[in-house]
T-cell receptor, first 116, second 114 residues
Framework: DAGVIQSPRHEVTEMGQEVTLRCKPI?????LFWYRQTMMRGLELLIY????????DSGMPEDRFSAKMPNASFSTLKIQPSEPRDSAVYFC??????????????FGPGTRLTVL | AQSVTQPDIHITVSEGASLELRCNYS??????LFWYVQSPGQGLQLLLK??????LVQGIKGFEAEFKRSQSSFNLRKPSVHWSDAAEYFC????????????FGTGTRLTIIP
């Protein structure tokens, strides 16, 4: 399996621009997670989906952030408009059906976002 | 609410020496506990996990961790570190009924000296 795929790996943009991060989960996994990692706040869960439906978006920092999962193999995290404080590494992770509640999350390589 | 504390921000050990990284959790019921490793510029990779049963858990790359309920701890150990073990290590906890929401510690950065 190719693992969780994220694109782009690096993104540099200017303040006010729209940014779209993409994620392809592991085939067959039905949970998808978006995390943000910064030096100040560590690793934070932003939102997660189950069967393409958003379950908990309480970690999304502001209305400027939105996430979608139009199908089982694709998700996007969008920031509009972007601000310098959004600079971080954004990780996507996926997990299979927890039949025994023992499945774990598999992380993608991350997208390093820099907003100038 | 669940929480994780990793008291050591940075640890330096010599290659070949033993290693112990500390993790303390706070959760009312039986927790799911995880250790992840993040190499520079990479995503997180699962080292090991604990859900129930034997309190000493074996993981990949020669790592092990011991769950101690009385101390609310889940410390990671390795008897002899290799230069390739230099990385950031994260402890995480999740609730029993499904582990959708992982709460991560702040991480411990491990430096290996020759």
């Amino acid at each position: 399996d190719a693992g969780v795929i994220q694109s782009p790996r690096h993104e540099v943009t200017e303040m006010g621009q729209e940014v779209t991060l993409r994620c392809k989960p592991i085939s067959g996994h039905d949970y998808l997670f978006w995390y943000r990692q910064t030096m100040m706040r560590g690793l934070e869960l932003l939102i997660y989906f189950n069967n393409n439906v958003p379950i908990d978006d309480s970690g999304m920092p502001e209305d400027r952030f939105s996430a979608k999962m139009p199908n089982a193999s694709f998700s996007t995290l969008k920031i509009q408009p972007s601000e310098p404080r959004d600079s971080a590494v954004y990780f996507c992770a996926s997990r299979g059906l927890a039949k025994t509640s023992t499945d774990t999350q598999y992380f993608g390589p991350g997208t390093r976002l820099t907003v100038l | 609410a669940q929480s994780v504390t990793q008291p050591d921000i940075h640890i330096t050990v010599s290659e070949g020496a033993s290693l112990e990284l500390r993790c303390n959790y706070s959760y009312g019921a039986t927790p799911y506990l995880f250790w992840y490793v993040q190499s520079p510029g990479q995503g997180l990779q699962l080292l090991l996990k604990y859900f129930s049963g034997d309190t000493l858990v074996q993981g990949i790359k020669g790592f092990e961790a011991e769950f101690k309920r009385s101390q609310s701890s889940f410390n990671l150990r390795k008897p002899s570190v290799h230069w390739s073990d230099a990385a950031e290590y994260f402890c995480a906890v999740a609730s029993w009924r499904g582990n959708e929401k992982l709460t991560f510690g702040t991480g411990t950065r491990l430096t290996i000296i020759p």
